[in-house]
């Protein structure tokens, strides 16, 4: 689940650990029930910043996987609508769609160099959308051709543009201004082309519910 709570001049948001910190559906709706009027503030605790999405919902109806991933889609959207500027410290490792949910806030800061980045649900037939389907528009080609073959650092993710900083939060410099104004560049204009990856969410339901991608699924999460 998550912790949520007032921080100062801005809005406090925790992942607490549940499924390594995966976005089910318990989590994407309380996230999408938070205000972001004020500055938010999104972090970790444990070892993982999130094993990106629920793989058990693969297992369910396509109707349901469908239902799932439009949820997410209204998550990604409401982030880059916030009012207010959306800071995430990462100190963990890192995982399909929690990789590709940094995309869509202002600024990233890894409290460590070596944390993992992985996109390699791939393996077991769960792309990741967003990337496939808006990679092109953030990333150099050989940048995305590294992120989808590979794990890769945040050292690495800092070079490609996911990270935007490492080392020690400092609050202060990135949410009281003026200061802030210039390290923290919103994602704004992506809500003009997000839809994009819609018919890849339709893709994403038809491949992660076949038998063998359920099959590799079920594989996986016994060995969890």
């Excluded at 500055?39 to 058990?56: C, H, K, Q, R, Y």
């Excluded at 390699?120 to 528009?137: D, E, I, K, S």
């Excluded at 050292?155 to 020690?168: K, L, N, Q, T």
Aim: glycine fraction near 8%; hydrophobic fraction near 40%; proline fraction near 4%.
């Amino acid at each position: 689940m998550i912790k949520s709570e007032p921080f100062g001049k801005y809005h406090k948001i925790v992942l607490t650990g549940e499924k390594r910190n995966a976005f089910t559906w318990n989590v994407v709706k309380r996230l999408l029930e938070i205000g972001c009027d004020r500055d938010v503030l999104i972090t970790n605790e444990g070892p993982v910043f999130s094993a990106g999405l629920d793989l058990s919902v693969f297992l369910e109806s396509k109707d349901k996987v469908l239902e799932y991933l439009f949820t997410i889609h209204r998550l990604v959207k409401k982030l880059l609508g916030c009012g207010g500027r959306t800071v995430v410290l990462v100190k963990g490792d890192v995982y399909g769609f929690g990789v590709e949910v940094l995309y869509f806030v202002d600024y990233v800061v890894a409290s460590g160099d070596a944390f993992r980045f992985s996109l390699q649900g791939v393996n077991f037939g769960v792309f990741p959308p967003y990337t496939v389907a808006l990679g092109r528009r953030l990333f150099s080609h050989g940048h995305l051709r590294v992120m989808l073959n590979r794990d890769f650092t945040a050292r690495e993710a800092a070079v490609f543009g996911i990270v935007s900083e490492i080392g020690d939060f400092q609050p202060n410099r990135l949410f009281q201004p003026p200061d802030y104004l210039e390290p923290v560049r919103p994602r704004r204009w992506l809500l003009e082309v997000v839809d994009e990856a819609v018919p890849f969410l339709y893709r994403l339901a038809e491949v992660g519910t076949r038998e063998e991608t359920r099959e590799r699924i079920r594989k996986f999460l016994g060995k969890a």
